[in-house]
T-cell receptor, first 111, second 116 residues
Framework: DAKTTQPNSMESNEEEPVHLPCNHS???????IHWYRQLPSQGPEYVIH???SNVNNRMASLAIAEDRKSSTLILHRATLRDAAVYYC????????????FGKGTKLSVKP | DAGITQSPRHKVTETGTPVTLRCHQT?????MYWYRQDPGHGLRLIHY???????DKGEVSDGYSVSRSKTEDFLLTLESATSSQTSVYFC???????????????FGPGTRLTVL
């Protein structure tokens, strides 16, 4: 699986938008971009995924660069509950189907 | 949410004792996974299953075995626990497994295991 690069940490103020970047310059044409997050003392949870077009769901938006070498997870209004580690993961249906987690970005939200 | 539960949620055991962790899912997902999470390493795959009685090794499988006799249950066994197996263990389930890059994994709440 191709590698992703994310900042170690980011800070945000409550009720402000948050843009979490991810670089994946070696992405292949069939890799989907997935985002998961892990709240403190919980298991990871799925946030969103996309291939080429920008995607929206009730949790977040995913903006994908035209060349697909980077993407941005957008939380439109951060809440205290959004404080978590966010993981950007590429999935191309590898041999085992498991997720390969990097270190992710630790998001802190200030009231 | 695939209704994934793990038991026990916390366990303290001694070196050399066998330990079994249980993962249970209610959504009939075909694929199930066991990961461990340690500081500085993120989540790493231990074993996975692609159907009843079909299992295979992951990245860090030494010292662990698994069994899946029913779709809903996936057991992880430490035959003889060691201090290096102190970790948080997460189970996950997925519908599509390897065939689709769109497949979503659903995780359980984790089991914190301490081996003294």
């Amino acid at each position: 699986d191709a590698k992703t690069t994310q900042p170690n940490s980011m800070e945000s103020n409550e009720e402000e938008p948050v843009h979490l970047p991810c670089n994946h310059s070696t992405i292949s044409g069939t890799d989907y971009i997935h985002w998961y997050r892990q709240l403190p003392s919980q298991g990871p949870e799925y946030v969103i995924h996309g291939l080429t077009s920008n995607v929206n769901n009730r949790m977040a938006s995913l903006a994908i660069a035209e060349d697909r070498k980077s993407s941005t997870l957008i939380l439109h209004r951060a809440t205290l509950r959004d404080a978590a580690v966010y993981y950007c993961i590429l999935r191309g249906g590898g041999s085992q189907g498991n997720l390969i987690f990097g270190k992710g970005t630790k998001l802190s939200v200030k009231p | 949410d695939a209704g994934i539960t793990q038991s026990p949620r916390h366990k303290v055991t001694e070196t050399g004792t066998p330990v079994t962790l249980r993962c249970h899912q209610t959504e009939n997902h075909r694929y199930m996974y066991w990961y461990r999470q340690d500081p500085g390493h993120g989540l790493r795959l231990i074993h996975y299953s692609y159907g009843v009685k079909d299992t295979d090794k992951g990245e860090v499988s030494d010292g662990y075995s698994v069994s899946r006799s029913k779709t809903e249950d996936f057991l992880l066994t430490l035959e003889s626990a060691t201090s290096s197996q102190t970790s948080v263990y997460f189970c996950a389930a997925a519908r599509g497994g390897t065939r689709s890059g769109t497949d979503t994994q659903y995780f359980g709440p984790g089991t914190r295991l301490t081996v003294l």
